[in-house]
Structures are given as structure tokens and as C-alpha cells.
């Protein structure tokens, strides 16, 4: 019975080590411009998870190319468009924003991905909010 829990543990950590869990999750963001009367809140798909990474110990050695770890990141993506509400006639009330299809572990490509390190602490509305669903506006 204890080999069985043992060998049961040690695949189940194996297993757990070589799967990662980069998946498309649920975000809500809020976009507004300073010249428009609302906040428009705006839920989206994002890539976010757990890759599965080293930290070499030779580092003074290695090129700097070398030393790049996996990140959590768009596989497939679309941008959709959003109309923020309240704009005067000379500010184009258009916001796009990229949606998460599928995510993969790999390098982060600063093309279409903000490759931070910290979490963005001023996701709010200072101005009164409108939702977004799906193309209409709330």
C-alpha cells in the first residue's frame, strides 16, 4: 500500500511539473480618455498562468539571450473595438482591445504583449461607468 501512494505521488508530482497552466481567464479592464464623460468597464480574455521554468546557476557565463524564461502568452488572439460613450465630435471614441483565443508558454513578444513584471494597480473608473457586452454598450 505505501509503494503504491509513493509511486501514485511521485507521477502525480511529475505529471504536475511537466504541464503547464497558461489558459485564457476572464479580465475586467476600464478604459476612459479625459475628454469623454464615461468609463467604459470592458470584459476580456487574457493569457494568464503558470509556466514551467529553471534558473540556471551559471548565469555570470551564459549570454543574456540564454537566460530568458517562459512567460504565460497569446497562442491565438482577436481584437475587438469599443465605442466609449460621452466623447465630443473631434475625439475618436474607438478603443480596440486584444482577446485571448488560446495561450501558450513561450517568449514574450513585446509586439502585441506588455511584458511587465508587476500588476497594473490602476484598473478603475475615476468617471461614471457604461458597461460593454459583446458590441453594445450598456
Given at each position: 500500500m505505501?509503494?503504491?501512494?509513493?509511486?501514485?505521488m511521485?507521477?502525480?508530482?511529475?505529471?504536475?511539473?511537466?504541464?503547464?497552466?497558461?489558459i485564457?481567464?476572464?479580465?475586467?479592464m476600464?478604459?476612459?480618455?479625459?475628454?469623454?464623460?464615461?468609463?467604459?468597464?470592458i470584459?476580456?480574455?487574457?493569457?494568464?498562468?503558470?509556466?514551467?521554468?529553471?534558473?540556471?546557476?551559471?548565469?555570470?557565463?551564459?549570454?543574456?539571450?540564454?537566460?530568458?524564461?517562459?512567460?504565460?502568452t497569446?497562442?491565438?488572439f482577436?481584437?475587438?473595438?469599443?465605442?466609449?460613450?460621452?466623447?465630443?465630435?473631434?475625439?475618436?471614441?474607438y478603443?480596440?482591445?486584444?482577446?485571448?483565443?488560446?495561450?501558450?508558454?513561450?517568449?514574450?513578444n513585446?509586439?502585441y504583449?506588455?511584458?511587465?513584471?508587476?500588476?497594473?494597480k490602476?484598473?478603475?473608473?475615476?468617471?461614471p461607468?457604461?458597461?460593454?457586452v459583446v458590441?453594445?454598450?450598456?
Amino acid at each position: 500500500m505505501t509503494a503504491i501512494f509513493l509511486m501514485s505521488m511521485i507521477f502525480g508530482l511529475a505529471c504536475g511539473q511537466a504541464m503547464s497552466f497558461c489558459i485564457p481567464t476572464e479580465y475586467t479592464m476600464h478604459v476612459e480618455r479625459k475628454e469623454c464623460a464615461y468609463c467604459l468597464t470592458i470584459n476580456t480574455t487574457i493569457c494568464a498562468g503558470y509556466c514551467m521554468t529553471r534558473d540556471v546557476n551559471g548565469k555570470l557565463f551564459l549570454p543574456k539571450y540564454a537566460l530568458s524564461q517562459d512567460v504565460c502568452t497569446y497562442r491565438d488572439f482577436m481584437y475587438k473595438t469599443a465605442e466609449i460613450p460621452g466623447c465630443p465630435r473631434h475625439v475618436t471614441p474607438y478603443f480596440s482591445y486584444p482577446v485571448a483565443i488560446s495561450c501558450k508558454c513561450g517568449k514574450c513578444n513585446t509586439d502585441y504583449s506588455d511584458c511587465i513584471h508587476e500588476a497594473i494597480k490602476t484598473n478603475y473608473c475615476t468617471k461614471p461607468q457604461k458597461s460593454y457586452v459583446v458590441g453594445f454598450s450598456i
